[in-house]
């Protein structure tokens, strides 16, 4: 069974930075593609960004790209999320999900989804 466990929450200015990290655990993660979720409230969990298992690829919602940058260190069973200029509007629980392949992109994924228990990013104006 995959765990993950997200960090690196807080509360940060507008224009400021944070950086968030899952730590997996679990049989085959590193073979897992990893992405980042959000929901505000009121709203639906959207996606953020996601990386292949090996990290050769990336993936950014239009709303992130060019500010968020998402990475992964599989001798660490870590993936990251740093997160620049950051806006009012990023204000919400930040999830991280391990799925396989590009399912990790949806909602809902595939069978073999794994959510963390998120972690709250404030951004004040």
């Known amino acids: 069974q995959v765990q993950l466990v997200e960090t690196g929450g807080g509360l940060v200015q507008a224009g400021g930075s944070l950086r968030l990290s899952c730590a997996a655990s679990?049989?085959?993660?590193?073979?897992?593609?990893m992405g980042w979720f959000r929901q505000a409230p009121g709203k639906e969990r959207e996606f953020v960004s996601a990386i292949t298992w090996n990290g050769g690829s990336t993936y950014y919602a239009d709303s992130v790209k060019g500010r968020f940058t998402i990475s992964r260190d599989n001798a660490k069973n870590t993936v990251y999320l740093q997160m620049s200029s950051l806006k009012p509007e990023d204000t919400a629980v930040y999830y991280c999900?391990?799925?396989?392949?590009?399912?990790?992109?949806?909602?809902?994924?595939?069978?073999?989804?794994?959510w963390g228990q998120g972690t709250q990013v404030t951004v004040s104006s």
């Open positions: 999900a391990a799925d396989l392949g590009m399912a990790v992109r949806r909602i809902p994924g595939s069978e073999s989804r794994h």
């Open positions: 679990g049989p085959t993660v590193s073979s897992y593609a």
